[in-house]
């Protein structure tokens, strides 16, 4: 399932299932992507509840432009099944999974799900060592199955690798840049993973612009604190829809129809620049539109 190109990802907020108050509150946070999260947020006595929660709050809606998404726990835990099977029954516009290592774990997951709308997207983590060898076979199931989108997990991997997670994310600069290449390559979207600094904004706006270096089109969120500098960093700047617009008005000049490089402000430009000029363009005119 290719993921649309210009739907606005910029931030997707993590908010624990079993908190009636965070689930209210996220229909009225600026985030693009609500995450219902019924795994790490929940602690086991109070799962099922969290599910039922998660499942009434996607009834009952009103969360208007936002993508609303619920976090399964895994298919091998005692509640695994159980959250897909009711998440299947939803509304929701996808489901997010965790610890996918292998095509192997993709299949069982659209196994679970054959009963699900059939717009019900599927969304995985990529949070494994075992996932980081399979990154090119995980994204290519994105042609036969729901899989549109990853989202980094760079605690879990962290916790595997034995690694250090700071500021500068040194060991999985690696990691990133490659799962963002196998994702590209198949047509998958891509969130970056989530900076545990949520009272130190400065520190996580520095994250979240290397995120944005590294091409991912957004960012998952533990704090809605975090929304705001989010959403600007990960939104087209004036300068990028002033260049845009320029690239995109000189290629609709009849001198340069036909053409594949022309030249704008000085500057050599092709058309895989008219492309990005015309991608930024539109995400611009959909983050416009739900404001």
């Known amino acids: ?25 996220a229909r009225s946070l600026p985030c693009d992507v609500v995450i219902f999260d019924l795994e790490d947020a929940v ?19 009103g969360f208007g432009h936002r993508e609303v998404v619920i976090r399964a726990n895994g298919i091998d835990t005692e509640w695994g099944m159980d959250d897909l099977a009711a998440i299947a029954s939803t509304g929701a516009d996808a489901v997010l999974v965790p610890k996918v290592d292998s095509p192997a774990d993709i299949a069982r997951y659209e196994d679970a799900l054959k009963g699900a709308h059939k717009d019900m997207q599927l969304w995985t983590m990529i949070e494994t060592c075992a996932s980081v060898g399979n990154l090119d076979a995980i994204a290519q199931c994105a042609r036969s ?22 500021t500068c994310r040194t060991p999985f600069l690696p990691f990133l840049s490659m799962a963002v290449a196998a994702a590209r390559a198949h047509g998958v979207a891509i969130l970056d993973g ?15 612009r290397q995120g944005l270096m ?12 975090q929304v705001e500098p989010c959403n600007t960093v990960f939104s087209p700047s004036e300068a990028d ?51």
């Open 145 to 166: 199955s729901r899989l549109s989108l990853w989202i980094m997990g760079t605690n879990d991997l962290a916790k595997e690798m034995r690694a250090q997670l700071t």
């Open 214 to 225: 590294f091409g991912f089109e957004g960012k998952s969120l533990i704090h809605p604190a």
């Open 241 to 291: 829809l002033a260049w845009a617009h320029s690239v995109i008005d000189a290629f609709a000049q009849t001198e340069n129809a036909g053409k594949g490089a022309i030249r704008v402000d000085g500057k050599m430009t092709e058309l895989l620049h008219l492309e990005q000029a015309q991608r930024l363009v539109a995400v611009a005119g959909r983050i416009a539109a739900a404001a």
């Open 1 to 25: 399932m290719t993921a649309p190109t210009d739907r606005p990802r910029r931030s997707a907020l993590y908010m624990p299932a079993s908190n009636a108050k965070a689930i209210a509150k």
């Open 194 to 208: 989530v900076c545990n600094e949520f009272r130190d904004l400065e520190a996580f706006e520095a994250e979240a």
């Open 43 to 61: 602690a086991p006595e109070f799962k099922a509840e969290a599910r039922a929660a998660a499942v009434a709050a996607v009834e009952e809606g």
